[in-house]
Every structure is written in structure tokens, then in C-alpha cells.
């Protein structure tokens, strides 16, 4: 029998209540990957600053490569390590810069993670934040050439097969905005600037990339809500975003090219996906509804988006929360219909 797969998706920057915050959907991840052979999620489930968790059988795959995957159109193949470049942004500070060449060579030393030579940027990326008038947060990159010829020189150069690119993030935020996410109520500013940067990356090199902001050092604040309080643990968020890359799948782009692996997976594999209940117009919730892949949406995971399965035409079972959704994962993994265990009286 062939393994049970599920999905885990948290869209990024629309502040979902689970997941919109430092890493705080890891828990979620833990406990999903306990009912499924396979647990694919992205970036956004799996960072948590400086915290992380290694979860055997999940897969950390970028948002664009989600995207990609969920259509059919590449496949993922595991990895036992990958050798890791970093990309460093021209626009970071002497000192900063210090701190995450200084992360880099803890995770190679401590824990054990290939990691390749490291490439700045020729010209500062000039990354910039955006508000939608959703709520969402994304952003623009002044010089996203600068980025891919980086990225280029890191795989050409020095072997790299995934990348972790730190770009330097303006102090100038929305101070109400940043308020609102320390205190645990709001959207991640940064988060939706983050995915433009590794879908780039994605889009173009087709290996696994993902990002970690370069910001400066802020005081201790007071009321910190925990869900935001990995994002005080040090200089940098780059620890989290090494071990993901260090065994994120590579992706098969054409199926063709590449000899078939046992271990190969592809979206026609997908036993279930799922997601927030109001944020399912995103690209890969789009494909898979298309297929036979059981949708699964979480009512309590409010978001700043209002995007319901139902208008969309996608046919999903609707949870309260995730415990629930550990269940009906359970029940459909073992065969059972889950209206089996429910009393209709």
C-alpha cells in the first residue's frame, strides 16, 4: 500500500491566527506528520526564527514549488542532505552581516549542515513592504537581477544544490503594524516580501531556496505575545531556514529528463490537503481540488482574507480545529468513512 500523503497549507501574510507568526504552526506539523506517512508544508509552517523542529517525514517545499507540485507539473524528489549556499544582501550592515556569516558556521558545526561558501549581493536588493487593502502583507525587490546573478554565482561557484538568501529589510515598518504582530493580533509585515524574494528564486533556478530577513536589533518589548517571541531570540532567523533547505526534496521539472525513483512523489499521490477555511484561493488548493485529493479546511484558523472553499466550486470537509482534523486524517488514512464515528441522532 502506497504511503498516506497529506499537505499542510498556511498561506503566507494573511495572518492566519495559526501559523501567521513565528513559526507558530510547528506544532500543528508535529502532530499531522504523526498521522500520515508523508507531511508535505512549506517555509511559512516550518520557521520559527531560531527555533525549529526536525520532523522526519515532513517535506519543506517553497510556495512556488508547492504551487508547481500541486499542478503536476514538477515532482519532488527526497534528499538526504543538500550542500546549502547563502546569499547575502550588499545592503546589510558590517556587524549584521557578522551575525549570520556567525549562524552559517554554527549550523555547520553544531549541527552538522553542509553548507557551501556564501555570495553577496553586486548591487543592495532594496527590498520595500507593501500592504494590500486585504490586510495582506507583501513587497517589491529593487533589484531582483542582482539576486538571481548571486544565486547563479552560488550554484555555478561553489555546488550549491539549495539556497538561503538573507536580504536586509528596511527599519522604517509601520510601527502600529509591528505592534499589532508583537503583541500576537496582527500580520507578519514581512512575510509576504519574503515569498516574492524565494519565488523569484524558485521560479528561475527550479531548486529549493528560502529566505530570512536581516533586521536590526530592536529593545525587549514588554507585552511580547509568545507566538512572536522566537523572533527575539537572537540576531538572526537564518537557523530555521538552514536545517529546512538542508533536506528540502529537489524538484523534478521534467519528468521525462530524470530516472524514476521509488521514493518520487507527485501530486496524484495526495491523499488530502489541508488549510484554513477562509484562505482557499491560493494556487495549490486550486489544483488539488481538481483532483481526488480530500480537502480538509480548519474554521478556527481565522485569516485576514475571506476566501471560502464553497463559491470556489471546491468540495472540502469543514473541521473546527486541527485536533479535529488529526481525527478525520486518522479515519481516512485507516479507510473509514468518517461519518462512521459520528452520532446522528
Same mark, same amino acid.
Given at each position: 500500500?502506497?504511503?498516506?500523503?497529506?499537505?499542510?497549507?498556511?498561506?503566507?501574510?494573511?495572518?492566519?491566527?495559526?501559523?501567521?507568526?513565528?513559526?507558530?504552526?510547528?506544532?500543528?506539523?508535529?502532530?499531522?506528520?504523526?498521522?500520515?506517512?508523508?507531511?508535505?508544508?512549506?517555509?511559512?509552517?516550518?520557521?520559527?526564527?531560531?527555533?525549529?523542529?526536525?520532523?522526519?517525514?515532513?517535506?519543506?517545499?517553497?510556495?512556488?514549488?508547492?504551487?508547481?507540485?500541486?499542478?503536476?507539473?514538477?515532482?519532488?524528489?527526497?534528499?538526504? &542532505?543538500?550542500?546549502?549556499?547563502?546569499?547575502?544582501?550588499?545592503?546589510?550592515?558590517?556587524?549584521?552581516?557578522?551575525?549570520?556569516?556567525?549562524?552559517?558556521?554554527?549550523?555547520?558545526?553544531?549541527?552538522?549542515?553542509?553548507?557551501?561558501?556564501?555570495?553577496?549581493?553586486?548591487?543592495?536588493?532594496?527590498?520595500?513592504?507593501?500592504?494590500?487593502?486585504?490586510?495582506?502583507?507583501?513587497?517589491?525587490?529593487?533589484?531582483?537581477?542582482?539576486?538571481?546573478?548571486?544565486?547563479?554565482?552560488?550554484?555555478?561557484?561553489?555546488?550549491?544544490?539549495?539556497?538561503?538568501?538573507?536580504?536586509?529589510?528596511?527599519?522604517?515598518?509601520?510601527?502600529?503594524?509591528?505592534?499589532?504582530?508583537?503583541?500576537?493580533?496582527?500580520?507578519?509585515?514581512?512575510?509576504?516580501?519574503?515569498?516574492? $524574494?524565494? #519565488?523569484?528564486?524558485?521560479?528561475?533556478?527550479?531548486? *529549493?531556496?528560502? #529566505?530570512?530577513?536581516?533586521?536590526?536589533?530592536?529593545?525587549?518589548?514588554?507585552?511580547?505575545? *509568545?507566538?512572536?517571541?522566537a523572533e527575539e531570540?537572537?540576531?538572526?532567523?537564518?537557523?530555521?531556514?538552514?536545517?529546512?533547505?538542508?533536506?528540502? *526534496?529537489?524538484? $523534478?521539472?521534467?519528468?521525462?529528463?530524470?530516472?524514476?525513483?521509488?521514493?518520487?512523489?507527485?501530486?496524484?499521490? $495526495?491523499?488530502?490537503?489541508?488549510?484554513?477555511?477562509?484562505?482557499?484561493?491560493?494556487?495549490?488548493?486550486?489544483?488539488?481540488?481538481?483532483?481526488?485529493?480530500?480537502i480538509i479546511t480548519?474554521?478556527? &484558523?481565522?485569516?485576514?482574507?475571506?476566501?471560502?472553499?464553497?463559491?470556489?466550486?471546491?468540495?472540502?470537509?469543514?473541521?473546527?480545529?486541527?485536533?479535529?482534523?488529526?481525527?478525520?486524517?486518522?479515519?481516512?488514512?485507516?479507510?473509514?468513512?468518517?461519518?462512521?464515528?459520528?452520532?446522528?441522532?
Amino acid at each position: 500500500m502506497r504511503p498516506y500523503t497529506a499537505i499542510l497549507i498556511v498561506p503566507t501574510g494573511v495572518g492566519a491566527a495559526i501559523g501567521g507568526y513565528a513559526g507558530d504552526a510547528i506544532p500543528v506539523a508535529r502532530t499531522l506528520a504523526q498521522v500520515c506517512d508523508r507531511l508535505i508544508t512549506h517555509p511559512n509552517v516550518l520557521n520559527g526564527a531560531s527555533l525549529y523542529w526536525n520532523i522526519p517525514n515532513a517535506f519543506y517545499v517553497e510556495g512556488y514549488g508547492l504551487d508547481k507540485f500541486a499542478a503536476g507539473d514538477w515532482g519532488l524528489r527526497p534528499v538526504r &542532505n543538500n550542500k546549502v549556499g547563502l546569499l547575502l544582501d550588499q545592503g546589510i550592515e558590517p556587524d549584521l552581516l557578522l551575525r549570520h556569516l556567525q549562524a552559517a558556521d554554527a549550523a555547520r558545526a553544531t549541527l552538522g549542515l553542509t553548507i557551501t561558501d556564501y555570495v553577496i549581493t553586486d548591487t543592495p536588493l532594496n527590498v520595500e513592504l507593501r500592504t494590500s487593502a486585504s490586510g495582506a502583507s507583501w513587497g517589491t525587490i529593487g533589484n531582483p537581477d542582482s539576486l538571481l546573478r548571486g544565486a547563479e554565482k552560488l550554484i555555478q561557484k561553489t555546488g550549491a544544490e539549495a539556497i538561503a538568501v538573507v536580504a536586509r529589510f528596511p527599519d522604517d515598518m509601520d510601527e502600529d503594524a509591528v505592534q499589532n504582530y508583537r503583541q500576537g493580533k496582527g500580520v507578519d509585515p514581512l512575510a509576504g516580501a519574503e515569498a516574492v $524574494i524565494s #519565488h523569484l528564486l524558485v521560479r528561475n533556478l527550479q531548486i *529549493p531556496c528560502a #529566505h530570512s530577513p536581516a533586521l536590526a536589533s530592536a529593545p525587549p518589548y514588554p507585552d511580547l505575545a *509568545p507566538r512572536s517571541a522566537a523572533e527575539e531570540l537572537g540576531y538572526t532567523f537564518l537557523p530555521s531556514v538552514l536545517v529546512g533547505l538542508s533536506r528540502a *526534496p529537489q524538484f $523534478i521539472v521534467e519528468k521525462q529528463l530524470f530516472t524514476s525513483y521509488q521514493d518520487d512523489i507527485w501530486a496524484d499521490q $495526495i491523499d488530502a490537503a489541508i488549510v484554513p477555511a477562509n484562505a482557499c484561493g491560493g494556487s495549490a488548493l486550486l489544483s488539488l481540488s481538481q483532483s481526488q485529493c480530500q480537502i480538509i479546511t480548519v474554521k478556527d &484558523n481565522k485569516t485576514q482574507i475571506q476566501v471560502p472553499a464553497q463559491p470556489l466550486g471546491i468540495k472540502s470537509i469543514q473541521v473546527n480545529s486541527y485536533l479535529e482534523a488529526v481525527g478525520l486524517l486518522l479515519a481516512l488514512k485507516a479507510g473509514i468513512n468518517p461519518n462512521a464515528l459520528v452520532n446522528h441522532q
